[in-house]
């Protein structure tokens, strides 16, 4: 009995050991093998003359069709199988082979024993054997069969997830309590949530706010309580959102409501989208334009309220009329396809015509925009249009308005023509015969009286010019005349103009004109000088013991041939307030009506200085401010020629320049000036300060620039002590007003130094940078050592005596090539003081240098090596290829180069000498004699 109990267990424990290692069908299938052979050798241990008890196990129905089965075990398992509520062994013996077939919930077992010749107890301990191996393998096989189950369902439900979280709508669900069980991203995104766990078992109430829990509420209690859906419900869940909602029930198998299905599609921009619509309608009906819509056929689709009165028309009837209806130009055969096709291109049209209403039959006129948009594929035309009744009839009396306004003008423009010939008939004349009487033989007292009525004269002759030019630009008759202007000559007529009007009131006038401007520009020079002198004139009539600066600045145009130029005229004078600025530029008025009579004048000036100045093509600006002065500025762009400065970029030999000046704007123009031509600059406002600063003998002063106004002139102590910090070798220059007291002032200074020049105001840069040539004169004059001098006391004595005689009595010929105007004045100078009878010939480029090499003989030529265009060397070798007498010529090299290389650059052009700069005296005295004594004897 213990023998029986422990084989039992043995067993057991051999048949349990399937369920340990089978976790399939497959995986099974190929245990079974493995699993009979440790059967059969514990069954032969048992029963030592029984080997082999089992020969086969096999699962069906899968396995059924692999196995080698007789047809009669076939038919059995098919008897089997079709009873599905057989658990117990179907046994049978066919060929000596005994089979077991079982069937347990769907699954089928067919073990074949070894034979059917066993006896009844070995049968019996067999057939428990299988019994409970097939009862073991089909429970592996029901357990598997549940797992697959349960993970093609867990599958399904991830699957199922993912849709519902991904769908574009709100999705949710509710308990019968209405609490939360499920809710998808979009849900969450509602309620402001980052993950499921927050919402699940809780209420619309942790939610929202009280205008929506109302609604919802009666919603939710419709569906849990009745079991009735909510379909398609708009409702706004939140201020400016909006949703459309439907609640369905869900249900058990005994059709009990346990909770419900929410979906939830925001609404929120196709309600604003809708709004949108509303409101465009509305402002569309509601227009006082017509607004029509028509297809590609000219059919009309939609008109709007105003179109509808205007055309006599029913909106609702608007598909039962044509374009051209109403509008005439698309009556013509094919011309509203013409339009259309033009209109596809995307070029508007706008169509000025006439329409009528069908019912009243009006006309009136219409300003048509039209237009073609396509919208899903289908093109539209759309016309707004508007009725201009109204601004025809305003037109019409614009035009009748203008007409009677050039009559008017016209008849003004002949009147002042008229008067203007009557006045200054009897005004010349008065004018004329004052000057006659004015020029014989007159008391004091009556000439007072006479030059009275001259003055007067001609201030009325101004103020009747004014008025004409007024007339004139107001009307549009006055013409600009541009032509070519020397810019320069203009500014120093304006200067030479004002500056005696300037002195006779106090004041000191200055010309801060920039450096390197361009010579020549293309402007209407009567007008221009018109403004300026108006300008400064004002300046002065307003200025008392100040200063008056007219400043010129420019700068060439980019990619143009044109410089603007920028002229500003500022004073010192009494300033004008914000307020009156404003009045500035109106005509017959001033700023301040008290300064009519205080100064005088019309106030047409102004106005008709700034109408010229936009007629050139600018405007005159103002800053200003009272009691300290004001600045007018206006700027032209003007062509300019492109020629090369005649101002020289430094002067040689010059390099320390002082100042003495007590007028800061003076100060600037002067350091203005001297920077350009890269002299250093010490300004003081007396010689008081320049006595402090500076110690004896410590500065060498080539030029002394100095105002005949500084007091200390007068004191010779003051100017004994002056002397010495200056040295007496050096320039002085008197900077003196028009018509000013500096005779006193220059005789003291002559006592002390050698050479005092004198420098009238309003000074020009060509001005200044002549007293600095001066300077460089004396600089290049004075003799050196070891060197034979032809000056003497100051003075260049002639090279050859009165008594020599030029052959053929013909005078020398000197061409002189040289682009520095500076440079050319102090050749021309030193040669016609070495050679008083020669003709000078001056030539600033390569052009003209060759152009008078090609002309009558040339005695001696000086060229300068370093030329814009191009170098002397060059030209040197074209003058000697020349088919002309000149190309023998001798020629001489101006060079500021000393290095040899140079020279002999210069020689082996076909030059015949050379002279470096700075040109002395006696070194140009040695090439002039030695050229030149042929032509004397």
């Not at 429970?139 to 349960?150: G, P, S, Y």
């Not at 018109?530 to 008056?548: D, E, P, Y």
Request: charged share 25%.
């Amino acid at each position: 009995m213990v023998e029986e109990r422990l084989h039992t267990n043995i067993l057991l424990q051999l048949i349990y050991s399937i369920d340990a290692n089978a976790h399939s069908p497959q995986i099974l299938e190929k245990c079974l093998p493995v699993f009979m052979k440790k059967l059969n050798c514990f069954m032969a241990s048992v029963y030592r003359d029984k080997h082999g008890l089992l020969e086969e196990v096999v699962i069906f129905p899968r396995s059924l069709k692999r196995q080698p089965i007789w047809e009669e075990v076939f038919s059995l398992i098919k008897t089997v199988a079709k009873n599905s509520l057989s658990s117990s062994p179907t046994e049978a013996s066919i060929d000596d082979k005994q089979f077991y077939v079982y069937k347990i919930d769907g699954y089928g077992l067919l073990v074949l024993g070894k034979n059917s010749s066993f006896d009844y107890s070995f049968k019996y301990e067999l057939r428990h054997i299988v019994d409970m191996l097939a009862r073991t393998i089909l429970q592996i096989l029901r357990e598997n069969e549940l797992r697959a189950t349960q993970e093609q369902l867990r599958e399904k439900t991830r699957l199922l997830r993912t849709v519902v979280d991904n769908l574009p709508v709100s999705v949710y669900t509710k308990d019968i309590e209405g609490r939360k069980t499920l809710a998808n991203k979009q849900e969450l995104e509602i309620l402001g949530v980052p993950n499921e766990d927050e919402v699940i078992g809780k209420k619309d109430e942790d939610f929202y706010t009280a205008p929506f829990l109302e609604p919802a509420n009666l919603m939710d209690s419709i569906v849990l309580e009745e079991g009735l859906p909510i379909l398609n419900e708009e409702l706004e869940y939140k201020p400016g959102k909006f949703g459309i909602i439907s609640k369905l029930p869900m249900k058990d198998d005994d059709g009990n409501v346990t909770g419900l299905l929410g979906i939830t599609i925001d609404n929120t921009e196709s309600r604003m989208r809708e709004q949108e619509l509303s409101l465009l309608k509305n402002l569309i009906n509601d227009s006082s334009d017509a607004v029509q819509v028509a297809d590609e056929t000219g059919r009309m689709i939609y008109v709007n309220t105003e179109a509808s009165q205007r055309l006599g028309i029913r909106a609702e009837d608007a598909a039962n009329y044509h374009v051209k209806d109403f509008e005439p130009l698309f009556r013509e055969e094919g011309t509203w396809q013409e339009h259309i096709q033009e209109l596809k291109k995307g070029y508007p049209l706008t169509i000025y015509s006439t329409n009528s209403n069908l019912v009243t039959k009006r006309t009136f006129p219409v300003e048509v925009s039209v237009k073609f948009v396509t919208i899903a594929g289908i093109g539209y035309v759309i016309a707004i249009s508007r009725d201009i009744t109204e601004r025809k009839n305003y037109e019409l009396r614009l035009k009748e308005a203008k007409q009677k306004a050039e009559d008017a003008n016209k008849a003004k423009s002949l009147f002042l023509a008229n008067m203007s010939h009557e006045i200054r008939t009897p005004l010349n004349a008065v004018i004329g015969f004052s000057q006659l009487l004015d020029d014989t033989d007159l008391d004091d007292e009556q000439h007072e009286y006479v030059s009275n009525v001259i003055s007067s004269s001609r201030s009325l002759l101004g103020l009747i010019n004014d008025v004409l030019d007024f007339s004139k630009i107001e009307a549009g008759k006055l013409e600009l005349d541009p032509i070519k202007t020397s810019l320069y000559a203009l500014i120093q007529e304006v200067m030479d103009i004002l500056s005696y009007q300037t002195h006779q009131n106090g004041n000191t006038l200055l010309l801060n004109m920039q450096p390197g401007l361009p010579l020549d520009v293309v402007v209407d020079p009567l007008r221009l000088k018109q403004v300026l002198i108006n300008l400064l004139s004002n300046a002065n009539k307003f200025t008392h013991n100040g200063t008056v600066e007219l400043r010129v600045d420019g700068a060439a145009i980019p990619n143009s041939d044109k410089w603007r130029i920028t002229f500003y005229v500022r004073d010192t004078g009494i300033g004008i307030s914000e307020k009156n600025q404003k009045k500035l530029f109106q005509a017959f008025s001033q700023a301040d009506n008290s300064t009519t009579r205080k100064f005088g004048g019309t106030g047409l000036g102004l106005i008709i200085s700034n109408m010229l100045t936009q007629k050139m093509g600018s405007s005159i600006r103002l800053e200003s401010v009272l009691e300290k002065g004001s600045t007018f500025y206006f700027d032209l762009d003007l062509e300019a020629e492109l020629q090369k400065s005649p101002l020289p970029s430094n002067i040689p030999g010059i390099t320390d320049v002082l100042v003495v000046s007590d007028n800061e704007a003076e100060q600037k123009i002067f350091k203005r000036i001297l920077k350009s031509v890269q002299i250093k600059d010490f300004c003081v406002d007396s010689l008081q300060t320049f006595i402090s600063l500076q110690e004896e003998n410590q500065q060498r002063w080539q030029l002394v620039f100095i105002s005949a106004d500084d007091p200390l002139l007068q004191n010779e102590k003051m100017l004994s002590r002056f002397v010495k910090r200056v040295t007496a070798s050096a320039i002085i220059c008197l900077v003196v007003n028009p018509l000013g007291d500096f005779i006193r002032a220059e005789r003291a200074l002559k006592n002390s130094f050698n050479l005092v020049l004198k420098l009238n105001r309003p000074f020009s840069v060509e001005t200044v940078l002549d007293k600095l040539g001066h300077a460089y004169l004396q600089q290049a004059e004075k003799p050196e050592s070891n060197t034979v001098s032809v000056a003497q006391q100051g003075k260049i004595r002639p090279l050859f005596s009165s008594i020599a005689r030029r052959l053929n009595d013909r005078h020398p010929v000197i061409l002189i090539v040289e682009d520095v105007e500076l440079n050319m004045m102090l050749a021309t100078t030193l040669i016609s003081k070495l050679l008083p009878e020669a003709q000078l010939l001056k030539a600033y480029n390569a052009e003209e240098a060759l152009k008078h090499s090609k002309g009558d003989p040339i005695d001696l030529i000086f060229m300068d090596v370093h030329l814009p265009d191009k170098d002397g060397v060059e030209i040197t070798k074209e003058i000697r290829l020349l088919d002309h007498h000149n190309a023998s010529a001798p020629i001489v090299a101006l060079t500021a180069g000393t290095v040899k290389e140079e020279q002999e650059r210069c020689l082996n052009s076909g030059m015949n000498d050379y002279i470096t700069k700075p040109i002395k005296t006696a070194e140009l005295a040695r090439i002039l004699k030695s050229y030149l004594k042929k032509l004397y004897r």
